[in-house]
């Protein structure tokens, strides 16, 4: 029978860092002991190499602008939903705001 190979502990507090750690957002002291962690770190290793292609993945996705046709088919459809349930559309001016935050 296979033990499924599952983080220590140790590992789990490095898995937790991993993203900000890839986003750059760690200082450089946390970085050197994550990146010395790594190296060491089979499974830490593997889990770092699949997040980066996720967020390789990820950045190239938002990159990609969405097909008018599907805006246009979304934009329907939420408006439907908002018929059947009786809302308003969003006023303009404040859905403005929301386009502006990315
Ligand atoms: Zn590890």
């Given amino acids: 029978m296979s033990v499924p190979a599952r983080p220590s502990a140790r590992c789990r507090t490095f898995l ?14 946390r970085r050197r002991t994550v990146e010395r962690h790594i190296k060491a770190c089979a499974c830490c290793e593997e889990m770092a190499a699949r997040l980066r292609r996720t967020m390789a993945v990820c950045r190239a996705e938002a990159k990609r602008r969405t097909p008018r046709g599907v805006m246009l088919l979304a934009a329907k459809r939420i408006r439907a939903l908002m018929a059947r349930e009786g809302l308003q559309p969003v006023a303009t001016r404040q859905r403005r705001r929301h386009a502006s935050e990315t």
């Avoid at 993203?19 to 450089?28: A, C, K, M």
């Fill in 16 to 29: 937790l860092e991993l993203s900000r750690y890839l986003d750059g957002d760690l200082s450089p002291a």
